[in-house]
Nanobody, 126 residues
Framework: QVQLVESGGGLVQAGGSLRLSCAAS????????MAWFRQAPGKEREFVAA????????GYAGSVKGRFTISRDNAKNTVYLQMNSLKPEDTAVYYC???????????????????WGQGTQVTVSS
């Protein structure tokens, strides 16, 4: 199976930057698409960004376009989320997700992904 572990979250001032990392272990060769989701207190989990196995973008949520960048380093079995110009509304627990089955659903749907990390907290202060 696959294990995903997020890191890099923390407290940052509005306008600042953070880079989240998602380290994969186990059957990493089986991972195709990967994605980042986030969930704020009292809100539903929402899609942030997704990426193909070869590093091509599968799109971003409208709320983060132009500010966030997803990337992937397969040699390190790691996916990144570079977050710039952070806003208080970006405050959430961020989750890394991996797809090993190529489920035929939209890449923004959480049900496409069969492996999830434990989440990392991002807090953006005013």
């Amino acid at each position: 199976q696959v294990q995903l572990v997020e890191s890099g979250g923390g407290l940052v001032q509005a306008g600042g930057s953070l880079r989240l990392s998602c380290a994969a272990s186990g059957r990493t060769f089986s991972i195709y698409n990967m994605a980042w989701f986030r969930q704020a207190p009292g809100k539903e989990r929402e899609f942030v960004a997704a990426i193909t196995r070869s590093g091509g973008s599968l799109g971003y949520a409208g709320s983060v376009k132009g500010r966030f960048t997803i990337s992937r380093d397969n040699a390190k079995n790691t996916v990144y989320l570079q977050m710039n110009s952070l806003k208080p509304e970006d405050t959430a627990v961020y989750y890394c997700a991996g797809d090993t089955t190529l489920t035929f659903v939209d890449t923004t749907a959480s049900r496409k992904y069969d492996y999830w990390g434990q989440g990392t907290q991002v807090t953006v202060s005013s």
